[in-house]
């Protein structure tokens, strides 16, 4: 079982930018496709990115994501931050590097991290 842990969350400006951490224990995360999600005050968990168990980046949008092997963690940074953006972020891994965007294909989870985008 891969234990995560997300960091990073806070009160950020808007069109401010915010990296969050997924720190890995009791294995290697570099084994793991890695998706991020997050869900809204209110709302359903949504996806929003994932990084290939064999690839270093990952990008979509205002969202990016990569690994830091060294210190076994993947980062999600957002940039030009949205009040829409407010949300609990939540990382997980799944072992096929298919990358799936379904939450049913991610086998373990962190407990999130809280971003709030206000003035």
């Known amino acids: 079982q891969v234990q995560l842990v997300e960091s990073g969350g806070g009160l950020v400006q808007p069109g401010g930018r915010v990296t969050l951490t997924c720190a890995a224990s009791?294995?290697?995360?570099?084994?793991?496709?890695v998706g991020w999600f997050r869900q809204p005050p209110g709302k359903e968990r949504e996806s929003i990115i994932c990084i290939g168990k064999f690839s270093a980046t990952a990008a979509k949008g205002r969202f990016f994501s990569s690994r830091n092997i060294a210190r076994n963690t993947v980062s999600l940074q957002i940039n030009k931050l949205e009040s829409e953006d407010t949300a609990v972020y939540y990382c997980a891994t799944q072992s096929s590097p298919a990358c799936s965007l379904q939450e049913t294909a991610y086998s373990d989870w962190g407990q999130g991290t809280q971003v709030t985008v206000s003035a």
């Open positions: 009791g294995t290697a995360l570099d084994r793991y496709s």
